[in-house]
């Protein structure tokens, strides 16, 4: 740095609010312990880290308090200041250092800037040992909760977090800042004294308070949710969603790509999708019932959800596909809590978030809810309107995530089956919503649902066990399902031979296909009707000549 610009610094630092945690104001008029230097270092350090900053300042030759320049003599020749940078990095791990050390001359004295540089993300600098930090102007050991935060950095940064620096207020749209607010305070309806206050505040001091402003500058969060479509340009990635709509074929039919700010997109995503009638007829009842297509709660939650937890710094779309009676959402990004049946059935916040400070946001205007029960809240929402499940396909190859909600009945059995069962955990009910839908369920899963009488058949076709199809009245379906006992199959393949004598296998499965449970697909019958035929023959019951399908099966003559 030059000298003007040196001078423009020391004034910014000299007018920064006395609270302000990573820059510190020292006389050291002649003198400054090693062991102070690095304690103030690994606290500034810290403190930048936390606060999102480029660097910490520890100054030199200013008096605290009044804030005013009184000069200083540490280190009065440069060689002596420039060896500080490696006796500090001795004590310091990791093993940083300066990033430069400035020094000034003005009328009032000679002022020292050091330059320090924030600590690594998921790595808290430590000096001999212990981490420090600031509560407010003073000096402690790092709290418990700084150094979890700093080191849960290492898993992810945040990448909404970060400044825009060429972003300003002008670049944000009123309208979005207007509906936010009205979000904010339908949010906190109930603190009267919080909404007095809100009534007061500026936009730039809402967006502080929604810490998307730090420091008079505005984060990438503040531009995503509330920037003007033209002001995108002033983010790293450009962030899209796209509304495709696809027909029966999967062939695109319309679409349309919106851009910022995302907190108008779910008002306009909803005048695109089309929202039909759909008409059942409950069991016990003569009467239809008339539900919409979709839940407008779970559209904007999905929605919302994928705008939250959106990989930004991959630059993809994310997409909302329109299929007939299914709705698509999907966004870039890892699922970062492992699994949904663990979010489920936790119903706790997430230790982790990709972008904290956007979710923040949007959790302070009610647009999602951070503490685990967003997506449980949508499992009992499609529950309860006898609708099947989301179905949440995670790839974590193409680090993709899919949340597919349906807006059509699958299977009317089944879901009255689930609804109607009052005893079925939620946990459960997931499960025979995949059954349902023809999904893998893993073993255990099974051996859970076997040992209480919801399901049989032999993987992957498992169907509704005669005890919940009774609770619907569906007994006829579940005998179709499960098909007739083994020992009728045999009954049939003897009287046949009795009938009509020696008989290729292609006609067993004329005879017998038919009468195989509708569960199983026309190459499962074909194995099964060869199966049958095989335990006959070692039960020493029928006897074949020749091999494979041209064989032909026989009664065992009578012994003599």
Same mark, same amino acid.
């Given at each position: 740095?030059?000298?003007?610009?040196?001078?423009?610094?020391?004034?910014?630092?000299?007018?920064?609010?006395?609270?302000?945690?990573?820059?510190?104001?020292?006389?050291?008029?002649?003198?400054? %312990?090693?062991?102070?230097?690095?304690?103030?270092?690994?606290?500034?350090?810290?403190?930048?880290?936390?606060?999102?900053?480029?660097?910490?300042?520890?100054?030199?030759?200013?008096? #605290?308090?009044?804030?005013? $320049?009184? %000069?200083?003599? +540490?280190?009065?020749? !440069?060689?002596?200041?420039?060896?500080?940078?490696?006796?500090?990095?001795?004590?310091?791990?990791?093993? *940083?250092? +300066?990033?430069?050390?400035?020094?000034?001359?003005?009328?009032?004295?000679?002022?020292?800037?050091?330059? $320090?540089?924030?600590?690594?993300?998921?790595?808290?600098?430590?000096?001999?040992?212990?981490?420090? %930090?600031?509560?407010?102007?003073?000096?402690?050991? *790092?709290?418990?909760?700084?150094?979890?935060?700093?080191?849960?950095?290492?898993?992810?940064? #945040?990448?909404?977090?970060?400044? !825009?620096?060429?972003?300003?207020?002008?670049?944000?749209?009123?309208? !979005?800042?207007?509906?936010?607010?009205?979000?904010?305070?339908?949010?906190?309806?109930?603190?009267?004294?919080?909404?007095?206050?809100?009534?007061?505040?500026?936009?730039?001091? +809402?967006?502080?308070?929604?810490?998307?402003?730090?420091?008079?500058?505005? /984060?990438?969060?503040?531009?995503?949710?509330?920037?003007?479509?033209?002001?995108?340009?002033?983010?790293?990635?450009?962030?899209?969603?796209?509304?495709?709509?696809?027909?029966?074929?999967?062939?695109?039919? #319309?679409?349309?790509?919106?851009?910022?700010?995302?907190?108008?997109?779910?008002?306009?995503?909803?005048?695109?999708?089309?929202?039909? /009638?759909?008409?059942?007829?409950?069991?016990?009842?003569?009467?239809?019932?008339?539900?919409?297509?979709? #839940?407008?709660?779970?559209?904007?939650?999905?929605?919302?959800?994928?705008?939250?937890?959106?990989?930004?710094?991959?630059?993809?779309?994310?997409?909302?596909?329109?299929?007939?009676?299914?709705?698509?959402?999907?966004?870039?990004?890892?699922?970062?809590?492992?699994?949904?049946?663990?979010?489920?059935?936790?119903?706790?916040?997430?230790?982790?978030?990709?972008?904290?400070?956007?979710?923040?946001?949007?959790?302070?205007?009610?647009?999602?809810? /951070?503490?685990?029960?967003? =997506?449980?809240?949508?499992?009992?929402?499609?529950?309860?309107?006898?609708?099947?499940?989301?179905?949440?396909? $995670?790839?974590?190859?193409?680090?993709?995530?899919?949340?597919?909600?349906?807006?059509?009945?699958?299977?009317?059995?089944? /879901?009255?089956?689930? $609804?109607?069962?009052?005893?079925?955990?939620?946990?459960?009910?997931?499960?025979?919503?995949?059954?349902?839908?023809?999904?893998?369920?893993?073993?255990?899963?099974?051996?859970?649902?076997?040992?209480?009488? *919801?399901?049989?058949?032999?993987?992957?076709? +498992?169907?509704?066990?005669?005890?919940?199809?009774? !609770?619907?009245?569906?007994?006829?379906?579940?005998?179709?399902?499960?098909?007739?006992?083994?020992?009728?199959?045999?009954?049939?393949?003897?009287?046949?031979?009795?009938?009509? %004598?020696?008989?290729?296998?292609?006609?067993?499965?004329?005879?017998?296909?038919?009468?195989?449970?509708?569960?199983?697909?026309?190459?499962?019958?074909?194995?099964?009707?060869?199966?049958?035929?095989?335990?006959?023959?070692?039960?020493?019951? =029928?006897?074949?000549?020749?091999?494979?399908?041209?064989?032909?099966?026989?009664?065992?003559?009578?012994?003599?």
């Amino acid at each position: 740095m030059n000298v003007a610009e040196l001078n423009a610094l020391l004034d910014r630092l000299l007018a920064l609010p006395v609270e302000t945690e990573w820059v510190e104001f020292k006389e050291a008029k002649f003198d400054f %312990g090693a062991n102070d230097l690095g304690q103030y270092f690994s606290a500034l350090s810290n403190e930048a880290n936390l606060h999102r900053q480029p660097c910490a300042w520890l100054v030199f030759g200013v008096k #605290d308090k009044p804030r005013q $320049i009184v %000069g200083s003599q +540490f280190r009065n020749t !440069a060689a002596s200041l420039q060896s500080l940078k490696q006796e500090v990095a001795r004590e310091l791990s990791p093993h *940083l250092t +300066f990033v430069e050390i400035f020094e000034l001359i003005r009328p009032e004295g000679r002022v020292l800037l050091f330059q $320090i540089p924030p600590a690594p993300a998921g790595m808290p600098v430590s000096w001999k040992g212990l981490m420090y %930090g600031r509560n407010g102007e003073s000096l402690v050991g *790092l709290s418990i909760e700084k150094i979890e935060r700093i080191r849960r950095q290492a898993l992810r940064e #945040d990448w909404s977090a970060e400044l !825009a620096p060429d972003a300003r207020m002008v670049d944000l749209d009123a309208e !979005a800042l207007s509906l936010g607010r009205q979000k904010y305070r339908e949010k906190h309806e109930g603190n009267a004294r919080l909404l007095a206050e809100e009534a007061t505040w500026d936009d730039a001091k +809402f967006l502080d308070k929604l810490k998307l402003r730090i420091n008079g500058q505005l /984060t990438r969060a503040a531009l995503l949710l509330f920037g003007k479509d033209e002001a995108a340009g002033k983010l790293p990635a450009q962030p899209k969603i796209s509304w495709i709509l696809k027909d029966a074929q999967g062939m695109d039919v #319309d679409y349309q790509h919106f851009g910022l700010p995302l907190l108008k997109l779910p008002d306009a995503l909803f005048a695109r999708v089309r929202n039909l /009638t759909v008409r059942y007829m409950p069991p016990g009842t003569l009467f239809p019932t008339e539900v919409p297509q979709y #839940d407008n709660w779970v559209i904007r939650e999905a929605l919302h959800n994928c705008l939250a937890h959106q990989d930004y710094a991959m630059g993809g779309l994310v997409r909302v596909v329109e299929k007939p009676g299914e709705l698509i959402f999907s966004n870039l990004g890892n699922f970062i809590p492992g699994s949904v049946e663990q979010v489920i059935e936790e119903d706790v916040p997430p230790e982790e978030y990709r972008n904290r400070c956007l979710a923040d946001a949007m959790v302070e205007m009610k647009l999602i809810d /951070t503490i685990g029960s967003g =997506i449980r809240r949508m499992f009992m929402l499609q529950r309860n309107r006898f609708f099947p499940l989301p179905d949440y396909l $995670i790839d974590r190859e193409r680090s993709r995530v899919e949340a597919h909600i349906a807006g059509r009945l699958i299977d009317e059995r089944y /879901t009255f089956a689930l $609804i109607r069962h009052a005893d079925l955990t939620l946990h459960e009910v997931i499960l025979l919503d995949r059954v349902q839908k023809r999904l893998d369920i893993s073993p255990d899963e099974v051996r859970m649902l076997r040992g209480k009488n *919801l399901i049989e058949g032999r993987a992957p076709n +498992f169907f509704v066990a005669a005890g919940v199809a009774a !609770a619907v009245g569906d007994a006829a379906q579940y005998t179709r399902n499960k098909g007739l006992d083994k020992a009728f199959y045999k009954g049939l393949v003897i009287s046949h031979l009795k009938s009509f %004598g020696p008989t290729r296998r292609k006609d067993f499965e004329r005879l017998l296909l038919p009468k195989l449970p509708e569960i199983l697909d026309d190459a499962q019958k074909v194995n099964q009707v060869r199966n049958l035929l095989q335990e006959m023959a070692r039960e020493k019951t =029928i006897i074949s000549s020749g091999h494979g399908v041209g064989a032909i099966w026989a009664l065992v003559p009578p012994a003599e």
